[in-house]
Each structure stands twice: as C-alpha cells, then as structure tokens.
C-alpha cells in the first residue's frame, strides 16, 4: 500500500455550520467499533494517512453515572431502544461513540469456533481457519488483555449458576474478557467507570491517533464517492452542520451490521448479489431470575463473568447477566405487588441469561431515511427457548433457588410459550453484507472487498457470513486485523 | 402496576433517546400511570400494564434513594472508578 503518511486538509480551522472542508487521506475509516477502530489503528502504525469518521461522540470516563437510564441514553443508538419488527418484536441494543458496541458490551471474548469456520470454507469459500487466525486473535487478546475472570470477581451470582451447573453436571466455566485491572463494578453495559473494559475507543483508538489517525466525531457519512468503479473516498454530514468530503483510494467499512448496509445502499454499492440487507442473525436471548437463600448482590462483580454450555450443540448457551436494581427492575417478568414484594428482596436476586445461536434470518431496509429491521423467529429457534427456559429453572432449582421467575405471562409454561410470550433481547448481529467468495451470493469477497468495487472494504459484523454461537467481538476484530495486514501486504506477526 | 413514579429527569431523557414511534408510545404511557383512571385503563391490557411498569420501574429503581436502600450506590461506585483512574493512570 503506497502511503501519503499525513491526513490534509483543505483549510485550516474549526468544522464549523455550513463550512466545506476537503481531507486527503489514504484510507478513510467509518466507524470505530470493533472493526473500524482496529482496522485504524493497524493501517495508521503501518504508516497509511487515515481519517477516521465516527457518527458518536467520544465518551469521557468522568460523565459515567453507573445509572443505566442516564447511561442508555447517552451511550447507546437509540437509547438502546432499537427494536425489530417481527413475531416477536426484539430489542436490538447497539452502542454508539468511539468504541461502538464494545464501549456498552460485556466484555466476553470468543475466538470463532473451529465448526463455523468449517462452515465458512464449505458454504462460504472463504478460505480461513484456526490456523491462519490464529496470530490475529493472539494480537488482538494481546492487544486488549483478555483472560479469564476469576471466581472472586465474578461474584455471586456466577456462584449461583456454577453450583447449579455442578450439581446437575453440566458443562460450564468462566469467560474471558478483555479487562485490565476490573474490580467487578457490575455496570459493563452502562459505561465502566473504571476504564478497565478495554474497549476500542480506550485501545485501538488513542493507538491510531498516536500513530497520526485523524478522528473526527459527529461525523454522519452521506455515501461513499467510487470512480470508475473505484473508491475515491466519502461524503461527510457533521452534526456541526459543516460538510467535510474525503477523498481516498480506499474505504473501509466499519458501521455496523444495521448501518453498513444502508450505507451501500444509498452509495449505490453491494447490490449485484442481491443479499445486501439480507441475512440478518442474531443472537435473541431472554434471562430469568430467580429469588435465593443467600444474599447475591448482583451487581458486585463481573455482570458475564459464567457460562454453561452443555446445550450449546443444540445452539442453546446460557450466559450471566446482572445489573442494578433499576435494571433488574425492568426485565423482572412480575407485576404489581409480587413485582415489588421480590424487587424488595433485590439483594437475594440472582439472574442469568440464555442465548440462541439462531436459524431465523431477518433482513435490514432504509425507510425515509430510518433503518428497519424485519426478523421472525422461525420454530426451530422457539423450540431452542422453550428447551432453554425449561433448563433454566432446573439450573435455579439445582442451586436452591427459593422461586424460580421465568420471563413468560403467568400460567405459560415454557412447553407452552408461543413467540408472542417471549420477552426477547438480541445480541451480536451480524450477516448483512456478508462474505462469499462467489460474487452471485455474497456481498463482499474473502478479503472483505465489496464484488462490485475495489478499494471498498467491510470490516464489521455484516461480513460475517453466519451466526457464530457465541459472542463476535474477538471475530470481528480478528478478521480487522487480517484485513488491515493484507492491505499493508504483510503478514500479521506472531507475538512474542 | 405500581403507582410509584420517579421525580427526576433520567427517565425522561431514556425516553426522549427513543425512536419516533417509541417516544410518543412511552410518553403516553408515563401520562397514563400518573393518573389513576390512567391505570385503571392500562390495566386491562396485560401487555400495555407490562410496558408501563417496564418503564416506571426503571425510573423508580434508579431513584439513589431506592436503589441505596437495596444495597446499590450508584455515586459510590463512580467514586472508586474516578480514584482508581486517577490513581493508576487509566484513561
């Protein structure tokens, strides 16, 4: 890759309302969550000029509250109240700012499973396994201190399920996370007012800004310019008002399974295969709770922190979450008096989640201007919640559990539970402008090129050609990294 | 569903970072939970009861003085994440 080595600029100054500026660089980044960031920061220390374009804003540590509606409303798109629109309706929580979704996410670390990857090479053609990745994960666990949470930190309520786990002999154990110096302050979701998540936007971002990265903020990316069939660069909206245009050979895509496709899509880019939007999966989960003798705290110590993974061949896992009380206040499946009476008995709340690896495929669409998100669950996946939920309560009863709250209307038992019962969240989207070596079914190819023009590139979750089973972020940041050596013609080194 | 409603403004700013559709729906309902034939009117929709007391529960439990009496300190933690920060020169 030739490399200019400084982003310039056309004037000097502030992006002030209603100004133009024009920003040379060799590589324009949009987004600076999982891919984006990492993408970043690697091409800029291999010497690329790189203009980094983020809608979000950059989060300071010292406006964290630990209060999650304050919290929701600042860090996440929507006041992570995105929702799809299907049988049932899901809540999508997407983070917003420098960081993305690993800025509000748990933490959890999974290197892409050796079966998916089978999977990829069979059905996708893309030519990737645990080997070749292996020195883009070892750099990117490196890079973000990932290891395995203690029993210390991970609190009570993991103790809750590993005694259930244990006592029914279900396979189980602790996750890993990317966290330094974590001292279990319960609110991952809600900014970590530690810094001790390593998110991209305390790592891969004051990486690449080190290495000459231009960050803007606020920055809304119109389209993408191509020429002649060749990226050329990005039209720019700031929320300042001003219009900024970069011009660069190549562009890479880093906004997210949801946006990504919008963007090619009003940037008139992607569509040949016609799968752009399509092939949405997700990760729908649920949680219950359940009243104990012992007093939990839930939101001491690592919220993820335990998993039990004895079903997770039936694309069932069950994952810890916790919170504070307003939180657990929200997804408690009770109402009126008994409501109050357990949110009384907060201390003695244990909580845990459960997380399909699904079969339903939703798709995203722009309507006036707006992303909808259409996703059924198919039966296959209702059948997984009904076996889940049912397991959940025997987890909760093999730990003592003095009741047992299953998030289903009263009298519905999990046998029983129809879609509509459901109370659902969903997690890890991934899919939308997915990689296929064949140009006729996928979007981009397998370096993450779009088919349909050179120097444009996706290095988020919508090139994720399938879902994964467990938490993406390792993946998508691993599959970053890779991107980013191949366009510096190197190889990705193996750390020492 | 509970009565019990927050004073404060965080509620209110959760509610306005919703989507268009979203805000209107939660600003209704917040109007309905704070009069009494309000509540009788959304008590008789299972679900319609369940989305306000979602909300009215978030509101309510965030309240320092609630959350604090069932063991959460929201000021506390921030305080030990500034001083670790500082202390250990995080960002």
């Known amino acids: 890759m030739k490399s200019s080595r400084t982003v310039k600029t056309s004037q000097r100054g502030d992006l002030a309302a209603g100004a133009t500026r024009t920003i040379h660089a060799d590589v324009c980044v949009i987004g600076a969550g999982a891919g984006g960031a990492v993408a970043a920061a690697e091409l800029a220390e291999g010497g690329a000029a790189v203009i980094v374009l983020e809608q979000g804003h950059r989060h300071d540590p010292d ?147 080190r290495a000459g990265a231009r960050i803007l903020t606020g920055a809304r990316v119109e389209r993408i310019a191509t020429t002649a069939g060749h990226a050329s660069g990005a039209h720019v909206q700031m929320a300042s008002g001003a219009h900024v245009e970069v011009r660069a050979a190549m562009v890479v895509i880093g906004a997210g399974t949801i946006h990504t496709p919008l963007l090619l899509a009003r940037s008139g880019l992607g569509q040949a295969s016609g799968q752009l939007g399509a092939n949405l999966s997700l990760h729908p989960a649920t949680a219950a709770f359940a009243r104990m003798e012992e ?173 994964l089973g467990v938490n993406p972020q390792m993946t998508i940041m691993a599959l970053a990294t890779r991107l980013a050596f191949h366009l510096r013609n190197e190889e990705v080194p193996c750390p020492s | 569903m509970s009565a019990r409603l927050p004073a404060d403004d965080p509620l209110q700013g959760f509610v306005g970072s919703a989507p268009g559709p979203q805000r209107v729906g939660m600003r209704v309902l917040l109007a309905l939970a704070r009069r009494p034939r309000g509540r009788a009117l959304l008590g008789r929709s299972k679900s319609t009861d369940q989305l306000a007391q979602m909300l009215v529960s978030l509101g309510y439990y965030d309240d320092p003085r609630v959350a604090t009496g069932l063991g959460y300190d929201a000021e506390a933690v921030v305080a030990r994440g500034r001083k670790l920060r500082q202390a250990e020169g995080r960002p």
């Open chain 1, 295 to 467: 007093v939990v705290d839930m939101a001491k110590g690592v919220p993820q922190s335990f998993y039990v993974d004895e079903f997770a061949g039936e694309g069932i896992v069950f994952e810890g979450v916790a919170g504070p009380p307003s939180y657990a206040a929200m997804s408690l499946p009770l109402t009126g008096e008994r409501h109050a009476e357990a949110m009384a008995d907060y201390p003695r709340l244990a909580q845990f989640g459960l997380m399909v690896s699904d079969s339903s495929r939703g798709s995203v669409a722009s309507v006036a201007g707006q992303a909808v998100i259409r996703y059924d669950l198919t039966d296959a996946d209702l059948g997984r919640f009904r076996a889940g939920l049912r397991r959940m309560r025997e987890l909760f009863e093999a730990a003592g559990a003095r009741e047992v709250y299953l998030p289903l209307p009263p009298g519905v038992t999990p046998q029983r539970a129809r879609r509509r019962d459901l109370k659902l969240m969903a997690f890890h989207p991934l899919g939308t402008a997915r990689a296929d070596a064949r140009p006729t079914h996928g979007v981009v190819d397998g370096d993450l090129q779009l088919h349909d023009a050179r120097g444009v590139y996706v290095a988020d979750g919508s090139a994720v050609p399938s879902s």
């Open chain 1, 63 to 209: 406006s964290f509250t630990a209060r999650p509606p304050q919290m929701l409303a600042r860090l996440y798109r929507d006041g992570g109240q995105t929702l799809t629109l299907g049988n049932p309706p899901i809540l999508l929580p997407l983070g917003s700012g420098l960081g993305g979704t690993t800025l509000v996410n748990s933490g959890t670390c999974f290197r892409t499973p050796a079966g998916v990857l089978r999977r990829w090479q069979s059905d996708f053609g893309l030519e990737l396994d645990e080997e070749s990745l292996r020195p883009c994960f070892e750099r990117v666990e490196r890079a973000l201190s990932v290891q395995e949470v203690t029993p210390e930190l991970a609190g009570a309520n993991a103790a809750v399920a590993r005694r259930g786990a244990e006592r029914l002999g279900w396979s189980h154990g602790y996750l890993r996370r990317n966290a330094s110096g974590c001292v279990g302050s319960g609110v991952c979701a809600f900014g970590c007012p530690t810094s001790a998540k390593q998110h991209t936007g305390i790592t891969y971002v004051p990486r690449a800004e």
